[in-house]
């Protein structure tokens, strides 16, 4: 069974890093592409990042770019997203995603379809960011 369990969310204020974990369960973070998606109260869930560890190809939305960074570690069989300088509008809850069908395709394009091609879901981990 897949499973994906997302940890290290919390509160911190503005400026400071917050480290989240997205750890795979029955199969290889590197054969699928990975997402990390964020949802505010009220608004609509947000592709943020991607990454297909195969070829280290990815894609950082505007609003994360320069700050955020995904990083791996394969024996933990676990990824992680490394946020930094963080700002109230980063308050979320954040969820990481994978894609098994065409991983190679994990760019804007591919983030944006959602829930359409990204089938399978942690159950999210909350980022609060107070100024």
């Known amino acids: 069974q897949v499973q994906l369990v997302e940890s290290g969310g919390g509160s911190v204020q503005a400026g400071g890093s917050l480290r989240l974990s997205c750890q795979v369960f029955g199969y290889s973070y590197s054969d699928y592409c990975m997402g990390w998606f964020r949802q505010a109260p009220g608004k609509e869930r947000e592709g943020i990042a991607t990454?297909?560890?195969?070829?280290?190809?990815?894609y950082y939305a505007d609003s994360v770019k320069g700050r955020f960074t995904i990083s791996q570690d394969n024996a933990k069989n676990t990824l992680y997203l490394q946020m930094n300088s963080l700002k109230p509008e980063d308050t979320a809850m954040y969820y990481c995603?994978?894609?098994?069908?065409?991983?190679?395709?994990?760019?804007?394009?591919?983030?944006?379809?959602?829930?359409?091609?990204?089938?399978?879901w942690g159950q999210g981990t909350q980022v609060t960011v107070s100024s």
């Open positions: 990454f297909f560890a195969q070829d280290g190809s990815g």
């Open positions: 995603a994978a894609k098994s069908t065409q991983p190679w395709l994990c760019g804007r394009e591919t983030i944006e379809q959602k829930a359409v091609v990204f089938r399978t």
